[in-house]
């Protein structure tokens, strides 16, 4: 079974840039969520879709970050424009059922603003 | 605020002896936790987990236990092993309504050969 997908891996932009990545997850998985993992942190939910449909925003800093998962499957975030503490590690999970033990990571995007 | 942590960033184990990774939590009402561990350059990966009507639960060389009296609990790695080097963090689901997944800090895992 192929795991989450997830592009690029690592990105470097400047300040007040734009930047989008791109995460792909397991095949049949409804629940798809996009984490920030800040170095020496622990990942922070951003986001989470049930199919096409968002579950939780809560913690999405809406005015620089944007996401969408237009059919249900893929799913592409945004930042724009970025800021110096968004550098960060991206991920994405999936879950066949949106329970706990059961999310499968992505290995990341690797963000780095200058 | 209600908060998961682990006790120390890094640990440093010889290869062959036993680990254990401590984290502690404050809301009396979690009755569900994670442990995940993440190795260099990947995301985290679901490791075992334990429900708060247990107080222990073994997978295959690990340990997860639960001390709900002083809101603690303890990941032990038997017989530690190079490819058990990574970043352990353990999760709260329950720390908010809708059981968001919340991380904690996590502990870095260095084995020596």
């Known amino acids: 079974e192929a795991g989450v997908a997830q592009s690029p891996r690592y990105k470097i932009i400047e300040k007040r840039q734009s930047v989008a990545f791109w995460c792909n997850p397991i095949s049949g998985h409804a629940t798809l969520y996009w984490y920030q993992q800040i170095l020496g942190q622990g990942p922070k939910l951003l986001i989470q879709?049930?199919?096409?449909?968002?579950?939780?925003d809560s913690q999405l800093p809406k005015d620089r970050f944007s996401a969408e998962r237009l059919k249900g499957v893929d799913s592409t975030l945004k930042i724009q424009p970025a800021k110096l503490e968004d550098s960060a590690v991206y991920l994405c999970a999936s879950s066949l059922v949106p329970e706990f033990n059961e999310q499968y990571f992505g290995p990341g995007t690797r963000l780095t603003v200058t | 605020g209600e908060s998961v942590g682990l006790h120390l960033p890094t640990l440093s184990v010889q290869e062959g002896d036993n680990s254990i990774i401590n984290c502690a939590y404050s809301?009396?009402?979690?009755?569900?936790f994670i442990w995940y561990k993440q190795e260099s350059g990947k995301g985290p990966q679901f490791i075992i987990d334990?429900?708060?009507?247990?107080d222990k639960r073994q997978g295959q060389r690990v340990t997860v236990l639960l001390n709900k009296t002083v809101k603690h609990l303890s990941l032990q790695i038997a017989a530690t092993q190079p490819g058990d080097s990574a970043v352990y963090f353990c999760a709260d689901p329950t720390l908010r309504t809708g059981g968001k997944l919340i991380f904690g800090q996590g502990t870095e895992l260095s084995v020596k050969p």
């Open positions: 334990i429900r708060s009507n247990m």
């Open positions: 879709f049930q199919n096409n449909g968002v579950v939780d």
């Open positions: 809301n009396s009402a979690s009755d569900y």
